[in-house]
């Protein structure tokens, strides 16, 4: 569903499955500009960046610990805005189609204008408003294609240089995003459907706001990174099939949710100028999170006497304090040796009131913390400018926490060190073959776990000592000809637990063993894309891609109960340019699959009551695109 999505780097994932009562970070961060978005307490949800008018995005395999702080385990994902243009005004719309198989059809409008005010002074304005169709039909409400999403809103970006030496860059935006129903199928996953008696609404709010101000020193460049951002969600669901799976059959259980998060964040640090044998990186950062959130599950009928089942409240903080720093030395002769690191100190707090079957579950204020050191060191040796071999060893770490629902219990935080070497190769002209191997080390490992209290079930997030993950990433680019490039990738990963463990599910104990599959992580993945480039119709240039991507078998939680077999998609695309106009079409998921992506089950495994989030059927989009 929206927003709820998670990232998997290199086979670390905590959990699969949606369903979680902790204040979890994912393994993998995500950043928009310098500002990490994924909160640490869990209340806010972290948004789903609309695309248009980003510059790039980057993705940092490995842990990135040193620079980029908690939450990196896995590695890291960093959205980049496109920055006003000083020089020159420029202006783009575009407008398109989205046609869903067994769906409908949805339309999008994205604009964006750039305008340099002064020689000093640039100003650039993004707005848009996308919705995308829905295709999964409500049986209990009779609503067709119930689960659109419409993402609206914009940005706000000005960039004011008063000195040669002094250029600064503020941010702002909002984002809403409307939800009609949710995106899981019940019952058979080929089908597209599901019954429950109420549809799953919900609304979420992200606001983010940066302020970027670089000063050129002559050798090196003063950075201050000021972040700002605050979510809120509102959600209806329904558990009415949830209860009934553990013989409370009432004829509706509904589930109303809140929560809203605020994060400030600011980072000063200071970096050399690109050339010389000396390059450094350091600075100091400061982070804190408030977040709350409200949870019901009620039943009118009152069957038990209450009609609030539970009702919790709960109120979150954390905060992040840190200096870190990072250098690379040329040795001569092609090598160059690196050395960095992170200090740092966590806080956190958690409260927990409200009532379950109407009794008091209320606790005081839980507190806790860390702090430790992440260190990391490299070796290059450069054959020649297109050639490179390099090793290297890191490490990240996660904040701990508190989970929810009665009795409110604590995990700590976890920690990985990460073992990696590889080479970059240019073996022949328009050539680059990138290889590396991995070995993550990976201490009080945190997942998701399943427990009943009573009647009730609840998720939560426990350590499970210790786990590993081994991989081999291989990537080929070759450009064949003036027209037609091709490039392939291939992930095998060996994500595991090596020391057992003891959890719940449901009510009763289960071992999980060493040598357990990590839920989430396919053990191999892999991606072929081709790129051609043609004279299209009335002297308009084209360009034609075909992309097939297979993605393995899963285990979706770590118990192993629910499991997914591999998938695949296989995508087109086309685009005709001709001046400052472009047509573009692309289909996805051409043959119509049905891949698993994702299970959403009961504590004890109950096969009769299995939620599939299922890739999206075969998708036309068709846009047209105008640059002033």
């Given at each position: 569903d929206p927003n709820n999505n998670g990232i998997t780097i290199r086979g670390l994932s905590s959990q699969a499955s949606p369903e979680s009562g902790g204040g979890q970070q994912n393994p993998s961060g995500r950043y928009l500009e310098d500002v990490p978005l994924a909160s640490p307490i869990g209340k806010g949800l972290v948004a789903d960046i609309v695309p248009f008018e980003l510059d790039r995005i980057e993705v940092l395999r490995g842990p990135q610990g040193a620079l980029f702080g908690s939450g990196s385990l896995g590695g890291a994902l960093r959205y980049v805005l496109a920055k006003p243009d000083m020089k020159s005004f420029s202006a783009t719309t575009q407008v398109g189609l989205s046609r869903v198989s067994e769906g409908k059809t949805a339309p999008s409008i994205f604009g964006m204008i750039n305008l340099p005010l002064n020689?000093?002074?640039?100003?650039?304005?993004?707005?848009?408003?996308?919705?995308?169709?829905?295709?999964?039909?409500?049986?209990?409400?009779?609503?067709?294609?119930?689960?659109?999403?419409?993402?609206?809103?914009?940005?706000?970006l000005l960039t004011v240089k008063p000195m040669k030496e002094l250029t600064a860059t503020l941010v702002t935006s909002t984002q809403k995003t409307k939800q009609d129903d949710f995106s899981y199928v019940f019952g058979d996953p080929k089908k597209l459907e599901h019954d429950n008696p109420t549809l799953g609404r919900g609304t979420s709010q992200f606001d983010f706001s940066s302020l970027t101000v670089d000063y050129d020193l002559g050798s090196a460049v003063l950075t201050s990174i000021t972040g700002n951002w605050k979510s809120k969600s509102n959600g209806i669901g329904d558990d009415t099939r949830l209860f009934a799976t553990m013989g409370l059959n009432l004829p509706l259980v509904a589930r109303v949710s809140t929560g809203q998060s605020e994060s400030q964040s600011q980072e000063l640090r200071i970096a050399s100028k690109p050339g010389g044998n000396f390059s450094w990186v350091a600075g100091i950062f400061h982070q804190s999170n408030k977040g709350s959130g409200s949870g019901k599950q009620s039943d009118p009928s009152?069957?038990?006497?209450?009609?609030?089942?539970?009702?919790?409240?709960?109120?979150?903080?954390?905060?992040e304090r840190a200096v870190f720093i990072d250098g690379e030395y040329s040795l001569g002769g092609g090598w160059s040796a690196g050395l960095g690191g992170r200090s740092y100190k966590t806080k956190t707090s958690f409260q927990q009131t409200g009532t379950v079957f109407g009794g008091p579950s209320n606790s005081p204020v839980l507190s806790g913390g860390d702090e430790?050191?992440?260190?990391?060191?490299?070796?290059?040796?450069?054959?020649?400018?297109?050639?490179?071999?390099?090793?290297?060893?890191?490490?990240?770490?996660?904040?701990?926490?508190?989970?929810?629902?009665?009795?409110?219990?604590s995990f700590k935080s976890?920690?990985?060190?990460?073992?990696?070497?590889?080479?970059r190769l240019a073996p022949a002209p328009g050539v680059q073959v990138d290889l590396s191997a991995y070995k993550l080390d990976w201490t009080n490992a945190q997942f998701t776990y399943f427990a009943m209290n009573g009647s009730l079930p609840f998720s939560g997030i426990g350590n499970v000592g210790k786990a590993s993950s081994t991989g081999l990433e291989a990537a080929l680019r070759w450009r064949v000809n003036p027209v037609?490039?091709?490039?392939a990738s291939l992930a095998s990963i060996d994500a595991k637990t090596t020391q057992s463990v003891q959890t719940m599910a449901g009510r009763a104990p289960v071992t999980i063993a060493s040598g357990t599959q990590l839920p989430g992580t396919a053990k191999m993945q892999t991606a072929l894309q081709g790129n051609y480039r043609f004279s299209g119709p009335f002297g308009t240039a084209g360009r034609f891609n075909v992309t097939h991507t297979n993605v393995g078998d899963r285990v979706i939680d770590l118990t192993?109960?629910?499991?997914?077999?591999?998938?695949?998609?296989?995508?087109?695309?086309?685009?005709?340019?001709?001046?400052?106009?472009?047509?573009?079409?692309?289909?996805?998921?051409a043959t119509d699959q049905r891949g698993i992506m994702n299970i959403q089950g009961t504590p004890d495994g109950n096969k009769n009551f299995q939620q599939y989030y299922l890739q999206r059927p075969r998708t036309l989009d068709l846009s047209v695109r105008y640059d002033f």
């Open positions: 020689e000093t002074v640039a100003l650039r304005v993004v707005a848009f408003d996308s919705t995308s169709p829905g295709y999964i039909d409500n049986k209990g409400t009779k609503t067709p294609d119930a689960n659109k999403v419409n993402q609206s809103g914009g940005r706000i009152g069957a038990f006497g209450v009609v609030d089942l539970v009702d919790l409240m709960t109120k979150q903080n954390a905060s430790g050191t992440t260190p990391k060191a490299s070796l290059k040796y450069r054959f020649n400018n297109n050639n490179m071999w390099y090793a290297l060893a890191s490490k990240g770490y996660r904040y701990g926490g508190v989970n929810e629902g009665p009795p409110p219990t976890d920690s990985l060190w990460n073992y990696e070497t590889g080479v037609f490039d091709v490039a192993g109960f629910y499991k997914a077999p591999a998938y695949e998609s296989l995508d087109f695309g086309v685009n005709l340019s001709k001046g400052n106009w472009i047509l573009a079409a692309a289909l996805t998921n």
